[in-house]
């Protein structure tokens, strides 16, 4: 088989697929929000009502609350724009903690619901939304449960979602719907929604397009009802675990860490517990340690080794489990880094995995094959609250519409477009196949509401350049909520191969993340790190110090107030005081902090040597820094540790070149020529120059030419043939390869 097959494979799989999603361009999308508000606003910077993050925020959860509570009376939902909520936020307040003018306007003669909300705590924290669910409770006449539906003690639902896939979160979805649609004012039933939600929402790994923000306020609104139905009665064991998934996926870390280790103590309850501490804080240890991992602590292990250790490692000891071909594991990868290898094996299942995942949820989710309906027009439907139209006429209760499984499956559909252009143009270093792989996806899902994102992560020349931010500007005006803020930032970073286009209005990145990040939670930290709404404002130290005591696991946090209080050039001591609670299971972070502490070999080689303990590639490292030293023995036997311990043979080819040179210094010429070899036949670029090499060194000049024109021919440089030509001539004086 040759090696472009797995990437043909893929593209024939989008050229089958074509038959369902076609080329047509889709009705446009209606905007998202407060439709009654809008019809009566008049807009600023974005074409919504709320015109800020925190703001929209605040109007979906309030808005979800008063649908709810209507329908708990009434078992229907207001005429269309008969409901208004508007949430006007209040000036002179302290940075973070914002305050609102609250009105909710009901039709017929309710009167209307009109108060203060001040966010003094996380903008997803029922308690913030407790006063507003019992004032529309009361307003609308709905009586608290006094009875509970089911045992409190009852945890089959959170038992039934340990095997974390999409059907069974589908099948869940629509018992705990039909069984609202029933007995809306059962609080017990709105911590399941919550539970449900927030299930759905943990598997997200869509990369750049990561964005759980919708299923957050739905998930707050279910609490904040159930906590007002029940007269703020103790929650359910359910109930705990959807509150201790909702303060992890806002990435309040301590808070949810104090709520697990709660349900920690209930044995039905502790693989969640464990699970969920790996999520939060990257630490594998705990789960690796067990020999009876459910698939959701699976995912969760690897995750958190992927990010704190290596992704190929995690593949590889996955692979035993026959787990592989779920879609949450290639999604996950692609978020972080890979090698050459293992992108080989993702390009050939992740397209697949996301495809079939859509098509069975599909079917399950609207009763009829994907292939009877447009892919794309149907990707393109937008989230609604816990009620959408029903197919028979009239609504029905769907704590996940197929709006929200609509958007999550768009998000990763386009985090693995990206990442297959990322791996063939930049990593596999094809870049016709490339071209012709973005073409493909163009013609068939071109139309995707946030594809214009990915023309721009995938763009390669000046025009598809320009023609990308075109497209993206619209967006980020018209649906400003709807858009990943990673994927936002896309629109602001410069290319290598043309001069900044300047959008008119991209400086509204910050205000639209005017409370950057949302109030009272550390959410999605890795792009808002770089808006001057946060980066930009003089209490920087003060704020990232905040950050920091909420999750102090944010790798990215603390790399921002490391580099906010000491500079660009910190000290080892400084950076290992803060990262000291990672460093522990983090070799990416030993290495960081090694690298600070290069002019004191014994701390350096004991950070490093800790780094390569758990990731044996690390010893790459030291073999560096001692060779340059001229500690040639010592460095000789950590490249040797590498090389037989390391399970990526790309990265063997590209850092063993010195080796191979200290062999043939040594006269160990056998050694020399089968690292070398080895080296080569990954067909890398330091692989095959490393064979070049070996061969000048050994006086088989066109040999070693030969070498150098693979090089060329392969990677179209160049420059190294000629750099190979001029040590030619001077180590020979023999010109003949100057033409």
Not at 15 to 37: F, H, Q, Y
Not at 122 to 146: C, H, M, Q
Not at 511 to 535: I, Q
């Amino acid at each position: 088989m040759s090696s472009i097959d797995p990437i043909r494979r893929v593209l024939g799989f989008l050229l089958a697929v074509s038959l369902i999603a076609g080329c047509r361009k889709p009705a446009t999308p209606e905007v998202a929000g407060n439709a009654g508000a809008d019809a009566n606003s008049r807009y600023n910077v974005f074409r919504t009502h709320f015109q800020d993050e925190s703001q929209y925020v605040v109007e979906t959860i309030v808005r979800d609350l008063a649908e709810m509570a209507w329908f708990a009376k009434a078992k229907t939902l207001p005429a269309t724009n008969a409901l208004v909520v508007t949430a006007s936020e209040l000036s002179a307040q302290p940075p973070g903690q914002p305050a609102y003018d609250l009105q909710i306007l009901f039709p017929s003669n309710l009167p209307p619901v009109k108060l203060a909300l001040k966010i003094d705590h996380s903008i997803w924290a029922p308690e913030v939304y407790a006063a507003t669910a019992s004032n529309l409770l009361e307003t609308i006449g709905i009586p608290t449960a006094k009875t509970v539906e089911g045992a409190m003690d009852n945890q089959s639902l959170a038992s039934a979602l340990l095997d974390f896939a999409a059907e069974d979160i589908e099948e869940a979805n629509q018992k705990i719907s039909q069984r609202l649609a029933v007995k809306f004012q059962d609080p017990w039933l709105h911590e399941k929604a919550a539970l449900v939600l927030g299930v759905f929402a943990l598997r997200e790994y869509s990369g750049d397009f990561y964005d759980v923000r919708h299923a957050l306020c739905r998930m707050t609104a279910h609490l904040t009802l159930a906590r007002a139905l029940s007269e703020d009665s103790p929650l359910t064991r359910e109930g705990q675990l959807a509150e201790a998934i909702l303060y992890t996926l806002m990435n309040h870390q301590r808070l949810a860490l104090d709520k697990l280790s709660e349900l920690s103590k209930d044995p039905s309850l502790a693989p969640w517990a464990r699970g969920l501490r790996a999520r939060i804080t990257g630490d594998y240890r705990e789960l690796a340690a067990r020999q009876d991992l459910t698939p959701m602590e699976w995912v969760m292990w690897f995750e958190a080794y992927g990010r704190s250790v290596n992704t190929d490692l995690a593949w590889q000891k996955l692979a035993v489990s026959g787990l592989t071909l779920r879609p949450d594991f290639c999604r996950i990868v692609y978020g972080l880094n890979y090698s050459v290898e293992l992108g080989h094996v993702l390009s050939q299942q992740s397209m697949a995995q996301e495809m079939d995942e859509l098509q069975r949820l599909y079917k399950l989710s609207q009763g009829r094959d994907l292939r009877d309906a447009k892919v794309v027009s149907s990707l393109n439907e937008l989230p609604h609250g816990c009620f959408e139209p029903a197919q028979t006429g009239g609504i029905q209760v769907r704590v996940i519409g197929w709006g929200q499984w609509a958007q999550f499956c768009q998000r990763h559909l386009c985090h693995a477009l990206a990442q297959n252009f990322n791996f063939m143009q930049h990593k596999w270093g094809v870049p016709e196949t490339a071209a012709e792989f973005a073409q493909e996806s163009n013609r068939l899902f071109g139309q995707l509401r946030l594809y214009p994102f990915v023309q721009r992560m995938n763009c390669t020349d000046e025009k598809s350049y320009h023609e990308s931010i075109d497209r993206c500007l619209p967006l980020l005006i018209q649906q400003p909520h709807l858009i990943p803020p990673r994927a936002w930032n896309y629109t602001f970073y410069r290319v290598s191969f043309a001069e900044f286009y300047p959008p008119a209005q991209n400086n509204q990145v910050s205000s639209w993340h005017k409370h950057n990040p949302p109030p009272g939670t550390a959410y999605d930290m890795r792009p808002r790190l770089y808006h001057a709404s946060l980066a930009g404002q003089r209490d920087l130290v003060g704020r990232l110090e905040r950050l920091y005591e909420i999750a102090p696991y944010d790798a990215e946090v603390v790399r921002s107030l490391v580099q906010a209080k000491f500079g660009r050039q910190p000290d080892y001591l400084s950076m290992e005081a803060l990262y000291r609670p990672l460093l522990d299971y983090s070799p990416h972070l030993l290495n960081r902090i090694a690298g600070r502490a290069t002019n004191n070999p014994a701390v350096y080689e004991q950070f490093m040597t800790r780094a390569a303990l758990m990731d044996a590639s690390y010893f790459f490292g030291l073999g560096n820094y001692f060779a340059t030293r001229e500690q040639e023995e010592k460095a000789a036997g950590f490249y040797e540790k590498a090389i037989q311990q390391t399970v990526d043979e790309v990265r063997i080819a590209n850092r063993c070149g010195w080796l191979v040179e200290y062999y043939f210094r040594k006269e160990r010429l056998a050694e020399a020529e089968k690292l070398a070899d080895r080296a080569a036949e990954t067909y890398s670029m330091t692989g095959l120059e490393t064979k070049g090499d070996l061969l000048f060194l050994q006086g088989k000049y066109p040999e070693s030419f030969d070498y150098y024109l693979k090089i060329e021919e392969r990677y179209q440089i160049p420059g190294r043939v000629v750099g190979w030509c001029l040590r030619f001539a001077d180590k020979t004086g023999n010109h003949k390869y100057d033409a």
